[in-house]
């Protein structure tokens, strides 16, 4: 559990986006175009990770950089009103707001996504040295893969100046090797199946829950304090050094899977800070996962503490 306060907030550095997701209509053929449901939202797994925390109740703050766009006013416009403090996001003048393009395969599965966060470059280490008191004055400071080494290195150094806890997601198979140094500095990481396979440098098949459940216990060994390997259909793994297991996953229908991740970090956040234990946790963020891939949206608008655990007594 952490000792950390729920009254301050957590503050999220990374991306935020524009979200397009293809849901197509039948499997996928290359070379021509493929019939599907096409959706617009913002999102971004720094973004994402601050709305779902301040839809629990838990203040945020983020850092990350948009626009000076259109869309960077809209997504800033529309995460102020849930709650998320948007003072510090920066706006670039010669750069687009980023953005994430996804195709779903008719079983609701990724098929394949790209990601365009470039805009990210504006984010320099002086850029968060200059946010000192921003990290003096939160509970936990949250990083996702999109950041740059250097800035990882600056963000993990004001939070242990501040003495407060980092959490970390690697978000892609492509950038988990930028958290692999940092280990030992985690509180909290939270890679999927894949992503722990590039950390740990080993398979992982999310099929196999025991076998995940010891690679958690590795990355543990390795350094952070909690490790939490999310296995999609098939739950999660978790590891402390006094705590491991797995929890399954709720049966629910899957209509998108974008943000499910992010929800789930965000839950088990929520949990820690507010004293419950590493498996209740856990059964949080399967909840508010489940929650998300009912969603249209990448982070679901009805989501309460309520009804994650309306969902855990079903």
Same mark, same amino acid.
């Given at each position: ?30 070379? =021509? ?30 850092? /990350? ?57 504006? @984010?320099?280490? $002086? *850029? ?14 949250? @990083? ?9 290195? *600056?963000?993990?150094?004001?939070? $242990? ?78 590891? /402390? ?10 049966? =629910? $229908? ?37 929650? =998300?891939?009912?969603?249209? /949206?990448?982070?679901? /608008? ?9 969902? @855990?007594?079903?």
């Amino acid at each position: 559990m952490l000792e950390g306060r729920t009254d301050l907030p957590v503050l999220a550095i990374g991306a935020a986006g524009v979200d397009m997701v293809g849901h197509l209509a039948s499997p996928p053929q290359p070379g =021509t175009s493929n019939p599907a449901r096409i959706r617009l939202a913002y999102g971004g797994v720094a973004r994402n990770v601050a709305e779902n925390l301040a839809r629990l109740g838990q203040p945020s703050n983020l850092i /990350s950089a948009v626009g000076k766009d259109f869309l960077g006013d809209r997504l800033c416009e529309e995460l102020a009103a849930t709650g998320v403090g948007v003072t510090h996001v920066l706006r670039v003048q010669d750069q687009p707001t980023g953005a994430y393009l996804a195709m779903i395969d008719p079983e609701g599965r990724l098929h394949l996504a790209l990601d365009d966060m470039r805009i990210l470059e504006a @984010l320099t280490p $002086q *850029v968060l040295e200059e946010q000192e008191d921003l990290f003096e004055g939160s509970s936990l400071v949250f @990083l996702d893969g999109n950041l740059a080494p250097s800035v990882v290195r *600056v963000a993990i150094r004001l939070a $242990q100046r501040s003495k407060i806890p980092i959490c970390a997601d690697p978000t892609s198979r492509a950038l988990a090797l930028r958290l692999q140094p940092q280990l030992h500095n985690l509180y909290l990481i939270t890679p999927n199946a894949a992503e722990a396979e590039i950390l740990l440098g080993e398979a992982i098949p999310p099929e196999d829950p025991a076998l995940a459940v010891m690679a958690a216990r590795k990355l543990v060994a390795r350094g952070a304090r909690i490790a939490l390997i999310t296995l999609a259909e098939f739950g999660v793994a978790y590891a /402390s050094d006094v705590d491991h297991g797995h929890i399954p996953a709720l049966r =629910t $229908q899957i209509i998108d899977p974008t943000g499910a991740g992010d929800a789930l970090t965000a839950a088990v956040i929520f949990g820690l800070l507010n004293q419950l234990p590493l498996h209740e946790s856990v059964r949080l963020g399967i909840s508010s996962a489940s929650l =998300t891939l009912r969603s249209h /949206s990448t982070v679901a /608008s009805d989501l309460s503490l309520e009804k994650l655990y309306d969902q @855990l007594v079903l």
